[in-house]
């Protein structure tokens, strides 16, 4: 069964980056697109972009652009995401998707989560 | 960005109520909407998409209808499981976006 396990926890301080890992576990990695959607506490569901493993073509939201890096190594079938300039709002869970591969930007499968707390 | 407004925010039933979620989108997006069920602690999972194709494995006491700007999400008859919140999401255009969630509670 495919599963996407995501790192752990993390505490970070306001300025600094975090990367936050997902791989993807008893299934083909390179032929799926990896979406990541954040979630403030208590709050609703945001986009911040995908890669698609196969090409290596990463797609961030346009919000995001200036300050997120979505990369893949197909070697290990872990996909990341780095956040820079880290501030208090970026506080959250923030969770791995893939794609279904016959309906595009449907997420059919996360993982089980990042909690990102941001604190001086 | 299109922005998607779900209503009501919260919605209180019993098992066995039939329940009706709207979703309306800023601009028309077609049939390019999905629906996702949270349980506290736990990843979204997906129910519904391209608005009305129910995700293999949901039960059929789920579904969705509508096109263009007006969706909405059915549970003919709310089981216990079912308490949780419910976002829509387009993606129709090139930045995906998620409605604010529907929280169904128990009445």
């Known amino acids: 069964q495919v599963q996407l396990v995501q790192s752990g926890a993390e505490v970070k301080q306001p300025g600094s980056s975090v990367k936050v890992s997902c791989k993807t576990s008893?299934?083909?990695?390179?032929?799926?697109?990896i979406s990541w959607v954040r979630q403030a506490p208590g709050q609703g569901l945001e986009w911040m972009g995908g890669i698609i493993p196969m090409v290596d073509t990463a797609n961030p939201a346009q919000k995001f652009r200036a300050r997120v890096t979505l990369t893949a190594d197909k070697s290990t079938n872990t996909a990341y995401l780095e956040l820079r300039s880290l501030r208090s709002e970026d506080a959250g869970i923030y969770y791995c998707?893939?794609?279904?591969?016959?309906?595009?930007?449907?997420?059919?499968?996360w993982g089980q989560g990042t909690l990102i707390i941001v604190s001086p | 960005d299109i922005q998607m407004t779900q209503s009501p925010s919260t919605l209180s039933a019993s098992v066995g109520d039939r329940v009706t979620i709207t979703c309306r989108a800023s601009?028309?997006?077609?049939?390019?909407l999905a629906w996702y069920q949270q349980k506290p602690g736990k990843a979204p999972k997906l129910l519904v998409y391209?608005?009305?194709t129910l995700e293999s494995g949901v039960p059929s006491r789920f579904s969705g209808s509508g096109s263009g700007t007006e969706f909405t999400l059915t549970i003919s008859s709310l089981q216990p499981d079912d308490f949780a919140t419910y976002y829509c999401q387009q993606y129709n255009s090139f930045t995906w976006t998620f409605g604010q969630g529907t929280k169904v509670e128990i009445k």
């Open positions: 008893g299934g083909t990695f390179s032929s799926y697109t």
């Open positions: 601009q028309s997006i077609s049939s390019s």
């Open positions: 391209k608005a009305s």
């Open positions: 998707t893939r794609e279904k591969i016959s309906a595009a930007a449907v997420l059919d499968l």
